[in-house]
């Protein structure tokens, strides 16, 4: 068994080839038209002299022709490698030259940035342009004609599960990091290679495909980038389904609703509060039929309890889940929101995966009520890439079981389930109790005048670090200060609640949703004037 990205695609072609794969805007492919354009591309590249191994950037928007360009390079056994298209120059130099690129996708907008650029990319021999609505000139070869110069026939030869898939990290604390997988674990923890539910693995590669051509498929709408991989495995893994893959070029919690009546959406796949907030209030103040909506699924970034309830009173015949995970462990958790106390601020309470457990600080399996770092064995990376020292830090054993551990921290319940509690390396440690910045931001997000929140520690000559806040108020509400702080104190113990608060026009969030906590210390770094501070 190959366990392929590529192979699984093909058989979701084989299967039904007529179905829509999928769809951006106005415009839609059939998976017989997606075969066709993906191998035209493949060939193109092949012909350049991109092969097996090669690294092949994407540096683009959401839109068909990335969906095309993903599935040709894996087509040809080649390394997609994600590239934020917000990154400036110096940053591109530094993804270039970490990622050792062959080829590069990009969107035709961001010919001036790749022109730059390339004289630092010696390696770096192949441009392609994708059609984005923008005239700028390139150098490069445009979609069409590199298109027009490949051949439409599958003939790639045998693939393997060994393959390699590569993952860049957002680098919100520090540069992003390659992860490195082979095509079958991340499959199986990724790509629908388990029953998320039950943690049963599939019997084989074909098993997504006879299933899809057995059940009418699924409309799901991907929101977050594909360069981000939970969209990128949404899209994936409604793919090998025989699934619609629903894009939009750019985030519009409108456009959302417009395109779910439009394409009668029945899963919607997002990023925590910066999608799931903007979406539901537009949901309750707009006049949009969300009848078709089976599930909404959050992943990789906070979903406050206080969206969630929103979410459970607005649409009560949809199923809304929260699920953790990691570019490094893939799916870990998975929880149905059923009912949300009031008062609640705690992360995502899950029930664990397969193979998902909490390491104490002795490197043992925390008990019940200890706080401790998540991992998951089973299917593992392979590490990160070029960088040993950081993979010795990932993988460790546990009872002569491997198992990867990305830096998040949480607590393992009595009842089995596990709470998420925040990243080990923004946690706040002030006067030596912890506090985790999510469980802060998830109180200031329940205030009715709070619209987004970011929590981080900042020095502090009594106490090591405080807690503080930057909060973004509702567009044209004016925050009572003293009513959040009482409103805070009833959700989450004393030493926990901001002793600083900034009010910012935005919270500055990645392409993904993700806190920007480069972006908060520098904010408050360079703005010493806290509206309320508690030296």
Not at 154 to 159: I, K, L, M, S
Not at 332 to 340: H, Q, R
């Amino acid at each position: 068994m190959a366990a392929n990205i590529a192979d699984l695609f093909e058989h979701a072609v084989d299967a039904f080839p007529d179905r829509v794969a999928v769809a951006c805007g106005e415009r839609e492919l059939s998976y017989a038209e997606l075969e066709d354009a993906a191998n035209r591309m493949a060939h193109f590249l092949q012909d350049r002299g991109v092969g097996k191994g090669d690294h092949v950037g994407l540096y683009a928007g959401n839109s068909i022709e990335a969906v095309v360009a993903m599935v040709a390079v894996y087509k040809l056994r080649a390394v997609v490698v994600n590239v934020n298209f917000r990154y400036v120059e110096n940053e591109l130099q530094y993804l270039f030259a970490d990622a050792e690129l062959t080829a590069l996708i990009h969107d035709r907008g961001y010919a001036p940035k790749v022109a730059a650029v390339l004289p630092s990319a010696p390696g770096l021999h192949t441009t392609v342009a994708l059609p984005d609505g923008s005239d700028e000139k390139t150098d490069g070869v445009l979609y069409q004609e590199a298109l027009a110069a490949g051949r439409p026939a599958r003939d790639f030869g045998e693939r393997s599960g060994d393959d390699i898939y590569l993952l860049y990290t957002g680098g919100t604390t520090g540069y992003p990091k390659g992860v490195v997988w082979r095509h079958e674990d991340v499959w199986r923890v990724l790509g629908g290679g388990i029953d998320f539910m039950s943690g049963v693995p599939l019997e084989d590669e074909w098993a997504q495909s006879r299933r899809g051509a057995e059940m009418p498929p699924m409309t799901r709408l991907c929101l977050a980038p594909l360069i981000h991989g939970n969209a990128q495995w949404a899209a994936l893994a409604a793919l090998f389904n025989g699934d619609t893959v629903v894009l939009l070029p750019h985030f519009d919690a409108e456009e959302v609703w417009r395109t779910i009546e439009r394409r009668k959406v029945t899963v919607v796949v997002l990023i925590g509060d910066a999608m799931a907030r903007p979406i539901i209030e537009a949901y309750l103040a707009g006049h949009y039929d969300g009848s078709s909506l089976v599930a909404i699924s959050s992943s990789a970034a906070l979903f406050s309890p206080s969206v969630k309830r929103q979410y459970l009173e607005a649409l009560p015949n949809t199923m809304v889940t929260d699920a953790i995970g990691s570019s490094e462990t893939g799916f870990a958790g998975l929880g149905i929101v059923a009912d949300v106390q009031g008062g609640a601020v705690d992360g995502p309470r899950v029930m664990p995966g397969p193979n998902t457990i909490v390491i104490d600080e002795y490197g043992k399996k925390a008990p019940p009520g200890v706080i401790g770092r998540l991992a998951r064995g089973g299917h593992v990376p392979l590490g990160y890439y070029k960088d040993p020292e950081k993979t010795a830090a990932l993988l460790t054993e546990v009872d002569g079981v491997r198992y990867a551990i990305p830096g998040d921290l949480a607590r393992l319940e009595e009842d089995g389930t596990i709470t998420l509690l925040g990243r080990g390396n923004t946690c706040v440690n002030t006067g030596g109790e912890k506090v985790f910045p999510e469980e802060v931001e998830g109180a200031l997000k329940a205030h009715p005048d709070v619209f987004d929140a970011l929590v981080i520690g900042a020095p502090d000559e009594r106490l090591g670090q405080k807690v503080v806040a930057l909060v973004q108020p509702r567009d044209g509400v004016r925050v009572d200060l003293d009513d959040l702080e009482r409103h805070v104190r009833q959700r989450i113990a004393g030493y926990k609640v901001p002793r600083s608060v900034w009010l910012v026009d935005r919270i500055a969030r990645t392409i993904s949703g993700k806190a920007d906590y480069r972006w908060a210390h520098e904010y408050t770094r360079t703005h010493t004037e806290a509206v309320r501070s508690a030296d």
